[in-house]
């Protein structure tokens, strides 16, 4: 989207919120500078990153077999899928038109592939070797349909029943974090026992300790789980557990343990790599990689239109088809 106007479910900001106004006195590196290091040694990652990519996370079928391709090959690949997602086209009738539901304006995906250290990706997969999620295992699959079968059954009773996004708790913006249509801006903030993960989406902020502290019991659970930091030399390392079975990122259950990994390769581009551990639900560990690059733009306020008025209306119009039945 044009980021000076509303887009999408985004709204912006009147005014900043308290940890995006403490991040203003923070270091911000020079673009032509070296990478540039906190008074305790560590690079210094803080700056707001764009980790938005029209590279798919998994590899499309026309790829197969093909984890790279030229620059060539990626701009035209640019071209394509920028004009396919191009929402104000008019062809394919009524219907498909209807289905696009905004027109281009509201949208932000990017416009490039992914490229780490000069070389373009057909996947933001990187392990396994085919680019693809790892089939779920027999018991995530009867997870994935009971869950289905709940919906169709109960679709509305309460809120509980939508969808986490619908309810503003859960969108791209992780853990882990995905590219998606819009608001696709993190910023990372470092002190001396914490540092901050700040998502434009669903504005959730990750305030992680780097203090060596374990993580609580596994009776603690929590909708972005629960995540500690070390560093592991010039690699941020963040490892996150105790989430909740509601969160099930990519059919994943409450036993997930996500590994994310932030590396600055340069003054303008921060490495942001995860990796998928849960034998209950995949049938192997999987890991992806998405460059981000570093923007002088600042985050917006995410207000969401579903929870905060929507809702009302997604529930009233249930109770008016219970009354049809």
């Known amino acids: 989207m044009n980021r000076q106007r509303i887009g999408g479910t985004a709204l912006a900001a009147l005014s900043l919120s308290v940890v995006l106004a403490a991040s203003q006195a923070a270091p911000q590196p020079s673009r032509s500078a ?3 290091r ?20 998994e ?21 394509t899928v920028t004009a396919r997602n191009n929402a104000d086209r008019r062809d394919g009738g009524v219907a498909a038109d209807l289905a696009r539901a905004y027109n281009d304006a509201w949208y932000d995906r990017g416009t490039h592939v992914a490229i780490i250290n000069g070389v373009a990706h057909t996947s933001l997969i990187a392990d396994p070797p085919d680019g693809r999620v ?4 027999p018991d995530a699959q009867r997870r994935q349909e009971q869950r289905a079968q709940l919906r169709r059954e109960h679709p509305s009773d309460g809120p509980e029943d939508r969808s986490l996004a619908e309810r503003c708790l859960g969108f ?8 998606g249509p819009y608001n696709n801006y993190m910023q990372l903030l470092q002190f001396k026992d914490y540092v901050v993960v700040f998502n434009e989406m669903i ?69 942001y790599e995860f990796t998928v551990d849960d034998p209950s639900s995949f049938t192997k560990p999987w890991k992806a990689a998405i460059p981000m690059k570093r923007t002088d733009e600042q985050l917006y306020e995410y207000a969401c239109h579903e929870g905060n008025e929507a809702m009302v209306g997604i529930l009233g119009g249930a109770r008016h088809e219970d009354k049809q039945r």
């Not at 690079?43 to 990519?53: E, G, T, V």
């Not at 590899?59 to 071209?79: D, H, N, S, V």
Request: net charge negative; aromatic share 8%.
């Open 203 to 271: 504005h959730d902020a990750r305030v992680v300790p780097t203090d060596g502290r374990p993580h609580p019991p596994a009776s603690v659970r929590k909708y972005l789980g629960d995540s500690v930091g070390r560093w592991d030399g010039n690699t941020l390392v963040v490892d996150t557990t105790n989430f909740t079975d509601k969160t099930n990122f990519r059919g994943a259950s409450d036993r997930l343990h996500l590994v994310e990994r932030f590396t600055r390769l340069d003054s303008d581009t921060l490495l």
């Open 38 to 57: 906190t008074p305790d040694g560590h690079p210094d990652l803080q700056a707001i990153w764009n980790f938005s990519s029209l590279t798919p996370l």
């Open 172 to 179: 791209n913006a992780g853990p882990p974090m995905l590219p």
């Open 59 to 79: 590899r499309p079928a026309e790829f197969a077999g093909k984890p790279t391709m030229t620059l060539a090959e990626a701009a035209q690949y640019e071209k």
């Open 134 to 137: 790892p089939p779920l295992t």
């Open 34 to 36: 070296a990478v540039a």
